[in-house]
């Protein structure tokens, strides 16, 4: 059974940083792309960026991409997102997700199978 559990949001002043993490359970991490998405008061859920099995490829939406660095750690099982110069739009619940296999472009909501349960980022003016 997968689990994915989210850790490491909370209160920040734009122009600051954060590091998201996401803790894999279940024995399918290594094998599968992993995505962070994130989800507004009233909005969508949005793409933010996304990694394939092995982390040699990544992808990004635009709005983060030179501000925000995917990474994981296959030894541990954890999925990470790097966030700098944060702004206040920034402010969202933020998941990880599993793509339904190794690669890394899968950027809709309803094409990744598995869901953690979020975590909170707000980002102050």
């Known amino acids: 059974q997968v689990q994915l559990v989210e850790s490491g949001g909370g209160l920040v002043q734009a122009g600051g940083s954060l590091r998201l993490s996401c803790a894999a359970s279940?024995?399918?991490?290594?094998?599968?792309?992993m995505g962070w998405f994130r989800q507004a008061p009233g909005k969508d859920r949005e793409f933010v960026a996304a990694?394939?099995?092995?982390?040699?490829?990544?992808t990004y939406t635009d709005s983060v991409n030179g501000r925000f660095t995917i990474s994981r750690d296959n030894g541990k099982k954890t999925l990470y997102l790097q966030m700098s110069s944060l702004k206040p739009e920034d402010t969202a619940v933020y998941y990880c997700a599993k793509a339904p296999d190794g690669r890394s472009w899968y950027k809709r909501p309803v094409e990744y199978p598995d869901w953690g349960q979020g975590t909170q980022v707000t980002v102050s003016s």
């Open positions: 279940g024995g399918f991490f290594n094998s599968y792309g």
């Open positions: 990694i394939n099995w092995s982390g040699e490829r990544t």
